[in-house]
């Protein structure tokens, strides 16, 4: 993963929003920190942290479906307000889209942070657990389907 230059500023803005939420439990569909959030509803509320506004009304999404629809308007979604980035060049504060499983739909949201060593991590809200911030091992790197880099705030 590469360094961020101009824009590092922004990007450790962003992690550090998104690490207000650790602890949140997981709400499927919630978007209230300390009360309840899914891994959309995290994503949502660093925009807000960053923006000071929602970006878009969510539309209804089901916790487990079949999941490729959602997952493509969730792709694009993405894309109508952040830059798609190489994932070998993600940096600290983009957004990772990525499966949950080895094969699954890519639906689940992350936020890209680095440990106080300097290895990566994920903060990200996981069923059953909440939202937590983890390390970004081999394995949850290999779901990694594309990475978003948030617009800096003007």
Do not use: N
């Not at 995290?42 to 925009?47: A, E, F, M, N, Y």
């Not at 190489?86 to 699954?104: C, F, H, I, N, Q």
């Not at 990566?120 to 790197?141: D, F, K, N, R």
Request: aromatic fraction near 6%; glycine fraction near 14%; charge should be positive.
């Amino acid at each position: 993963m590469a360094g961020r230059g101009m824009g590092e500023r922004f990007g450790a803005a962003v992690v550090r929003a998104a690490r207000a939420w650790v602890g949140t439990p997981y709400r499927h569909g919630a978007s209230a920190v300390g009360a309840g959030a899914d891994c959309l509803g995290l994503i949502r509320g660093v925009w807000r942290a960053v923006y000071g506004r929602e970006p878009e009304a969510a539309p209804p999404y089901g916790p487990d479906g079949d999941g490729w629809a959602e997952a493509a308007a969730l792709r694009a979604a993405l894309g109508r307000h952040a830059d798609e980035t190489p994932v070998e060049t993600a940096v600290a504060g983009d957004v990772l889209l990525m499966r949950l499983g080895a094969r699954g739909p890519a639906k689940h949201l992350a936020v890209l942070a680095t440990d106080a060593g300097g290895a990566p991590t994920m903060i990200h809200a996981y069923s059953g657990v909440g939202v937590v911030e983890s390390p970004l091992g081999e394995t949850w790197a290999r779901r990694i389907v594309a990475a978003f880099r948030l617009r800096e705030a003007r």
